[in-house]
């Protein structure tokens, strides 16, 4: 097939990503909550043998690529994908596929039931990995303090934290906004308050709308920050003045 009549943003979103080599693709998949299970990587082993070159490479966002795929193959191999259920990845201008500590789930050192909020984000939100955006948008989830995911370098980390100023020393939840990385990176404010789960969601919520609605084509959250007014931004976002730094 000619080159110009191969629509690569559309191949982008399912998970097929041109290389450097011409002629060749890489697939790349998405973890949910961060997990794959042992028959899902049977599968991509085979994916590997079978049309690649017998090469799997895990990425920084959990996820797993398969390069040197013919353009021929890439229907068949996302066929195959996705009936092991295994969810495609994306890139360009779009939610990437948000990444997951294990948490309390068997972390000694983790405090908040990880997965679960990652569910409660992609199911009772809508936001999830493709969520259309004027430019990439990364969500970072970690169980304690340690902060294994970085949250203070994704437009939204968060963290499990004990609340020290309850009388009961709840567990809940800090969250960075406008963190980035890149050629221009970022450190996200840190808002000043352990916020319940329920709360992180809201957040979240707002936050990605706010994006969507007032960001311009290929600009980080960020940089949009800077350009709306870090006051005005948490206003909009319903975050009280008290709450951040």
Known sequence: MDDKEIDYDALKKRGFLKQKQDGYFLLRTRTTEGNYSADQFEILVEVARSFGRDIIHPTTRQGIEIPFILF??????????LKA???????????????VCPGNNWCK???????????????????RCSYDLPHKFKITISGCS???????????GIHGAVDTTHPEKRIGYIVYIGGCGGRTPHFGMKLEKVFTEDEVLGIIERTV????????????????????????????????KKDNT
């Open 109 to 127: 050192t983790g405090l908040v039931d990880t997965f679960g909020l990652f569910k409660r984000i992609e199911t009772e939100l809508g936001i």
């Open 72 to 81: 021929r193959d890439i229907d068949e191999v996302e066929r195959i994908v």
């Open 209 to 240: 709308a706010f994006f969507k609605k007032n960001a311009k084509p290929r600009q980080r959250l960020a940089l949009l920050i800077e350009e709306v007014g870090k006051e005005k931004f948490l206003e909009e976002i319903k975050i009280p």
């Open 146 to 156: 340690n902060r294994c995911t970085r949250a203070e370098s994704s437009e939204i």
């Open 85 to 99: 259920d295994i969810a495609i990845g994306t890139s360009g201008p779009r939610l990437r596929s948000t990444t």
